[in-house]
């Protein structure tokens, strides 16, 4: 069973076009974020949800929009997509009172 | 604001030999911790060791381990017996023990076993 599953897995679109992409994860975790890594493989913090609430907005451009319907999900949603936004994001959750957090197998978007 | 910087943007060993890739950090923290990831071809982010930054022991996961030098602010991985899977981009990582506790990445390194 997939810990912590991303869909899709592969995204192409075009400039302008709003999507999302889903999280989800089956380990009971309370938080959960969303990461961007960019075509020179680093790896940044956007958004981070605990038990629902934001509590992480690393000024992400406001087309981006978390959505945590529950602490098993964290949906990823961008609007009026750019060039720019072309990267591979990364889902992932982590445990209360534990250090590590577990990784998705990222979702690569590319906007053309 | 902390950072974290591995100086190596590629490194190469040869099958079975022993390497190590670098990363130093800055923060004005005294109670976090420090990951080592791995980044295959596969895009999959695996765990690959963590340290507690108040233990003095070094942490070791089979044939991977690492050199914490907290004073200095080096977090160094060495791999033995490298191995063909052992492949992949290499991310150094820190996050402070309290709130989200998100993670700061490194900048990669990456590493090519030769057979």
């Known amino acids: 069973d997939t810990a912590v599953s991303q869909t899709p897995k592969y995204l192409v679109t075009q400039m302008g076009n709003d999507k999302s992409i889903k999280c989800e994860q089956n380990l009971g975790h309370d938080t959960m974020y969303w990461y961007k890594q960019d075509s020179k493989k680093f790896l940044k913090i956007m958004f981070s949800?605990?038990?629902?609430?934001?509590?992480i907005n690393e000024t992400v451009p406001n087309r981006f929009s978390p959505k945590s319907p529950d602490k098993a999900h964290l949906n990823l949603h961008i609007n009026s997509l750019e060039l720019g936004d072309s990267a591979v994001y990364f889902c992932a959750s982590r445990h209360r009172g534990r250090a590590e957090a577990f990784f998705g197998q990222g979702t690569r978007l590319t906007v053309v | 604001a902390q950072t974290v910087t591995q100086s190596q943007p590629e490194m190469s060993v040869q099958e079975a030999e022993t390497v190590t890739l670098s990363c130093t950090y800055d923060?004005?923290?005294?109670?976090?911790?420090l990951f080592w990831y791995k980044q295959p071809p596969s895009r999959q982010m695996i765990l690959v060791i963590r340290?507690?930054?108040?233990?003095?022991q070094n942490a070791t996961e089979n044939r991977f381990s690492v050199n914490f030098q907290k004073a200095a602010k080096s977090f160094s991985l060495k791999i033995s017996d490298s191995q063909l899977g052992d492949a992949a981009m290499y991310f150094c990582?820190?996050?402070?023990?309290?709130?989200?506790?998100?993670?700061?990445f490194g900048q990669g390194t990456r590493l090519t076993i030769n057979p």
């Open positions: 990582a820190y996050s402070i023990n309290q709130g989200a506790q998100k993670l700061v």
């Open positions: 340290q507690e930054a108040y233990k003095q």
């Open positions: 949800y605990n038990n629902k609430e934001l509590i």
């Open positions: 923060t004005s923290e005294s109670d976090y911790y």
